[in-house]
């Protein structure tokens, strides 16, 4: 990596970082303004753009409409781009990448295609679950990325990054991303704001198909409606009430329920979008008739959708998944109380890539 120091289009709004991370996350007015600081006329930025984001470019030296001296020249400024370090393809077509990055730290990103009507049909949707930090620090119970302890947040390139691998490897677009790998996204607000603009404006992903999975940082929720985005903020909840919440949550104990349920309340307000409410379901924990009765009253007048998705097992830990019919009763109270809700099957079990199985590792 180049030790000249260089202003970033994705650090511009840094004095402090001067030093060039990478182009990748960076719009096609900031990589014009690149461009013109290095001597070159500006329809050279959309060039650029587009071989990063469109042909997928890894090296610069690689971009064959650059004049060749200034390739040489420029040929060391990174681009972004993670390595591929295993790959493992789980019977259902959803794809785990562990991906390298250029400190050699290793994430987990997941694609998950969706086929057609009977599954049947031609491929319609492929989604992305990207990583927005390598390990996790919020240690939820049930979760093995926890398990790992948490190294640092990710930059902006890696984020991006993650969605154009998976495009690259299905050669299909990706239609949907969803910030549930590795990490709270929260912890890492100001890159998955910018991460979120770049898949939008640069990758052309539709601001509604983006979802952002928290399990709720203090005053963070109120501060990302602020950014007015159309994207789909989802709440990890798993339990109806504090005392369960935070035996499974211990970064509850300092959050409680309650305030977390007033920032969501407001980010309703401000957005006019649902909250979108993650809850796993463990058998015999929290998966009871008087859990779903207590959630309903949490929820009741919320513009909300509950998400239940069946615990997937990790080896830390032993909670049970409950069987098809408990899963069932719990749905079944939740619509007689008019709670808008669905269950989620995780894909790619049997590839150790569903939710709450990612952690950096290949075993
Ligand atoms: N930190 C964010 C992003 C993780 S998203 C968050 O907590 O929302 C992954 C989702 O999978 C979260 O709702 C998480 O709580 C859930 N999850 C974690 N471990 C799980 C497991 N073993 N089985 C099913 N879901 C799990």
Same mark, same amino acid.
């Given at each position: 990596m180049s030790a000249t120091p260089v202003v970033s289009p994705v650090d511009s709004h840094n004095p402090e970082k001067s030093e060039l991370i990478a182009l990748l996350g960076?719009?096609?007015?900031?990589?014009?303004?690149?461009?013109?600081?290095?001597?070159?006329?500006?329809?050279?930025?959309?060039?650029?753009?587009e071989w990063i984001y469109q042909k997928g470019v890894r090296s610069l030296s690689d971009i064959s409409v650059f004049p060749k001296n200034w390739r040489e020249e420029i040929a060391h400024i990174p681009i972004g781009r993670s390595t591929l370090h295993y790959r493992t393809v789980a019977p259902d077509g959803t794809i785990k990448y562990l991906l390298q990055l250029a400190d050699n730290q290793i994430i987990e990103t997941v694609g998950i295609p969706t086929f057609g009507e009977g599954g049947k049909g031609p491929k319609s949707r492929l989604t992305v679950c990207v990583s927005t930090q390598v390990g996790c620090p919020m240690a939820c119970d049930f979760c093995a990325t926890g398990k790992g302890g948490y190294k640092r947040n990710l930059a902006v390139h890696e984020i991006v990054d993650q969605v154009l691998t998976v495009q690259e490897d299905f050669q299909q677009r990706v239609s949907n991303v969803v910030f549930m790998g590795l990490g709270e996204p929260l912890l890492n607000t100001e890159n998955v704001l910018a991460a979120l603009k770049s898949l939008n404006q640069d990758v052309g992903i539709g601001a509604r198909s +983006?979802?952002?999975?928290t399990v709720g940082i203090r005053d963070r929720i109120r501060q990302f409606a602020q950014h007015h985005l159309q994207v789909t903020l989802a709440v990890s909840l798993h339990a109806p009430n504090q005392a369960l919440r935070e035996k499974l949550i211990p970064s509850a104990r300092a959050y409680p329920l309650e305030d977390l349920l007033s920032e969501c309340r407001e980010y309703v307000e401000v957005t006019g979008r649902r909250v979108s409410f993650e809850y796993v379901l463990l058998a015999g924990v929290?998966?009871?008739?008087?859990?779903?009765?207590?959630?309903?009253?949490?929820?009741?007048?919320?513009?909300?959708?509950?998400? +239940?998705?069946?615990?997937?097992?990790?080896?830390?830990?032993?909670?049970?998944?409950?069987?098809?019919?408990?899963?069932?009763?719990?749905?079944?109270?939740?619509?007689?109380?008019?709670?808008?809700?669905?269950?989620?099957?995780?894909?790619? +079990?049997?590839?150790?890539?569903?939710?709450?199985? +990612?952690?950096?590792?290949?075993n």
């Open positions: 960076a719009s096609v007015a900031e990589l014009t303004a690149w461009v013109q600081q290095q001597g070159q006329l500006s329809y050279r930025g959309k060039q650029l753009h +983006l979802t952002v999975s929290n998966d009871l008739p008087e859990h779903a009765l207590e959630l309903a009253k949490c929820l009741r007048g919320f513009q909300s959708h509950v998400n +239940l998705i069946p615990y997937n097992p990790i080896q830390e830990v032993d909670y049970k998944r409950p069987n098809r019919d408990r899963i069932q009763a719990f749905v079944n109270i939740l619509k007689q109380q008019q709670i808008a809700v669905s269950v989620r099957y995780s894909r790619g +079990l049997e590839a150790d890539a569903a939710c709450g199985q +990612l952690r950096a590792s290949n």
